[in-house]
């Protein structure tokens, strides 16, 4: 049974920085995909960041420049640093991780960006 944890979401006031992270514990055997996305009231979910486990990354046009994501596979763990915090950046962030073709969710941490 894999299990994600995130830690790392709160209050925030505009142009403010967080850090997120995302740990996953269980029976983990190689993990292909890891990745965030958020979810604001009224939307749908939708792509943050994506890192591959070669390293290639992909960012939602939104964020680019601000945000950065990067994995430690040693520790299982993927991290979403986030920069110059804009209000539309407030919304759930939930963490993703495909391991052996399954998908695994996070439980979700709320990114609220307000002065």
């Known amino acids: 049974q894999v299990q994600l944890v995130e830690s790392g979401g709160g209050l925030v006031q505009p142009g403010g920085s967080l850090r997120l992270s995302c740990a996953a514990s269980?029976?983990?055997?190689?993990?292909?995909?890891m990745g965030w996305y958020r979810q604001a009231p009224g939307n749908q979910r939708e792509l943050v960041a994506y890192?591959?486990?070669?390293?290639?990354?992909n960012y939602a046009d939104s964020v680019k420049g601000r945000f950065s994501i990067s994995r430690d596979n040693a520790k299982s763990t993927v991290y979403l640093q986030m920069n110059s915090l804009k209000p539309e950046d407030t919304a759930v962030y939930y963490c993703?991780?495909?391991?052996?073709?399954?998908?695994?969710w996070g439980q979700g941490t709320q990114v609220t960006v307000s002065s």
């Open positions: 269980g029976s983990i055997f190689g993990i292909d995909g």
């Open positions: 993703n991780m495909v391991i052996r073709y399954t998908n695994y």
């Open positions: 890192i591959i486990s070669g390293g290639s990354t």
